[in-house]
Nanobody, 119 residues
Framework: QVQLVESGGGLVQAGGSLRLSCAAS????????MGWFRRAPGKEREFVAV????????YYADSVKGRFTISRDNAKNTLYLQMSSLKPEDTAVYLC????????????WGQGTQVTVSS
């Protein structure tokens, strides 16, 4: 069992930057695929980025490509999302998720942290 807690959200001006953290506890996530998702008000949850267990593979949604960077520090059991050149359209609750090595689903979810980008 893994517990995930996001932090680092807040209010930022368009064009600004923000770094989100996802702290895992209960078990090491060094063997887990990790990802970031977001849910805007009244919108369906959407995929943002994913990173492999070792950090050697990353993939991003087209909407954030070139602006966001997903990373992890397995020694700290923590996942990160560095967000730059933020746009009002990025406003959402950002959630981190963990997937088991042999699975394709997302097994554990955090509660989310609010990111608001003002224009």
């Amino acid at each position: 069992q893994v517990q995930l807690v996001e932090s680092g959200g807040g209010l930022v001006q368009a064009g600004g930057s923000l770094r989100l953290s996802c702290a895992a506890s209960g078990r090491s996530i060094s063997s887990n695929r990790m990802g970031w998702f977001r849910r805007a008000p009244g919108k369906e949850r959407e995929f943002v980025a994913v990173i492999s267990s070792s950090g050697g593979y990353t993939y991003y949604a087209d909407s954030v490509k070139g602006r966001f960077t997903i990373s992890r520090d397995n020694a700290k059991n923590t996942l990160y999302l560095q967000m730059s050149s933020l746009k009002p359209e990025d406003t959402a609750v950002y959630l981190c998720a963990a997937g088991r090595p042999s699975g394709s689903s997302w097994d554990y979810w955090g509660q989310g942290t609010q990111v608001t980008v003002s224009s």
